[in-house]
Nanobody
């Protein structure tokens, strides 16, 4: 069974930085596209960033491009999201997601593409 466990969330002031991590277990991590989504109170879940199995390609939502960086450490079965220049509107629960299919990166921005989800980690940015 695939398990995804996020960590690293917390409270940070606007303009600050935070790195969240997602540890994966249960299958060969290096075969799958991984992504981060977020959901703010009263809003729908939205795509944040994705990284393909090799780490060779990354994708970002326009709202975070240039501020956030997604990366992965395949030997450690971990994906990271480094968030810089944080804004109050970045406040949300951040979820790690793993693609259901190996070596697939289509529709990376759709939640339905991902078969496995973590429990989420809260990120709060104060103004």
């Amino acid at each position: 069974q695939v398990q995804l466990v996020e960590s690293g969330g917390g409270l940070v002031q606007a303009g600050g930085s935070l790195r969240v991590s997602c540890a994966a277990s249960g299958r060969t991590f290096s075969k799958y596209t991984m992504a981060w989504f977020r959901q703010a109170p009263g809003k729908e879940r939205e795509f944040v960033a994705a990284i393909i199995w090799s780490g060779g390609s990354t994708y970002y939502a326009d709202s975070v491009k240039g501020r956030f960086t997604i990366s992965r450490d395949n030997p450690a079965n971990t994906v990271f999201l480094l968030m810089n220049s944080l804004k109050p509107e970045d406040t949300a629960v951040y979820y790690c997601a793993a693609n259901a299919l190996p070596y697939y990166s289509g529709a990376y921005y759709l939640g339905s593409t991902y078969g496995y989800w973590g429990q989420g980690t809260q990120v709060t940015v104060s103004s």
